[in-house]
């Protein structure tokens, strides 16, 4: 860790404290989206007109006062931001926690449990990382979907996730629950830095974690098995 300068104060965004603000707007804004998105993928059940109509929506909002797509290139962009933010924040964190723990500490005291957070975390980022570059070649730019690129965001979505591409709908469950762990452990998290989860009330908060994170990933995941299973065709 590079040293302060004497008589000068570092940064916020160089203090531990700034860094878990920046990791505490971030997640806000990035489960804010799941939550959206979730939502907006769950009107495949309303029809194909319908879910169509829904995919325009996105792209033409804020017509005719901006050009068509602003609105959501704009969300793409701050989403992009905030996943950058968030995993420096992340890592910066992680690495400075490791700089400032004693080694003959870390190797006695670490426990299984946080060993085992720590291998989720990273593996799952990769997964997770890797399942949105595949997402979006698949239903975003429809470079690897049957439907290509001309097909509607419905035919794009019931083809993705046809019952031939298994595979695809079984790489999509495992991210999607690599995400519901790495939302429920940021959101304990959060509620551990704010203070709140002590006393009575640490077991609601440590319940409130899990329900949230178990409603998004059933949440995402019934669409591809419907899909899947014939349910939505």
């Given amino acids: 860790m590079t040293p302060a300068t004497p008589g000068r104060?570092?940064?916020?965004?160089a203090s531990s404290?700034?860094?878990?603000?920046?990791?505490?707007?971030?997640?806000?804004?990035?489960?804010i989206y799941l939550v959206l998105h979730m939502a907006g993928n769950l009107k495949i059940y309303s029809g194909a007109e319908s879910y169509n109509a829904y995919a325009e929506f996105l792209r033409t909002m804020g017509e005719p006062?901006?050009?068509?797509?602003?609105?959501?290139?704009?969300?793409?962009?701050?989403?992009?931001?905030?996943?950058?933010?968030?995993?420096?924040?992340?890592i910066t964190l992680a690495r400075r926690a490791g700089r400032a723990r004693p080694v003959k500490y870390a190797a006695k005291?670490?426990?299984?449990?946080n060993g085992y957070v720590a291998h989720i975390m990273?593996?799952?980022?990769?997964t997770i990382a890797l399942f949105v570059i595949w997402h979006l070649l698949d239903l975003t730019f429809g470079t690897v979907n049957p439907a290509g690129w001309?097909?509607?965001?419905y035919e794009r979505m019931v083809q993705g996730f046809a019952p031939e591409r298994w595979w695809v709908t079984l790489f999509y469950a495992?991210?999607?629950v690599m995400v519901g762990l790495h939302l429920r452990h940021g959101l304990?998290?959060?509620?551990?830095?704010?203070?709140?989860a002590s006393g009575r009330s640490y077991r609601p908060l440590r319940a409130t974690a899990a329900v949230i994170s178990a409603v998004l990933v059933v949440g995402f995941l019934v669409v591809p098995f419907s899909i899947m299973i014939g349910a939505v065709k």
């Avoid at 104060?9 to 965004?13: A, E, I, Q």
């Avoid at 001309?150 to 965001?153: A, H, I, L, Q, Y």
């Fill in 122 to 126: 990273r593996w799952g980022g990769v």
């Fill in 109 to 113: 005291r670490r426990s299984q449990a």
């Fill in 17 to 31: 404290n700034g860094r878990k603000a920046v990791m505490a707007v971030t997640g806000a804004v990035l489960v």
């Fill in 65 to 90: 006062a901006v050009p068509y797509r602003t609105v959501l290139t704009v969300i793409e962009v701050v989403l992009a931001v905030s996943v950058v933010l968030h995993m420096w924040a992340a």
């Fill in 174 to 176: 495992v991210s999607v």
């Fill in 188 to 196: 304990w998290s959060a509620f551990q830095t704010l203070g709140l």
């Fill in 150 to 153: 001309d097909g509607t965001p």
């Fill in 9 to 13: 104060k570092p940064g916020f965004l």
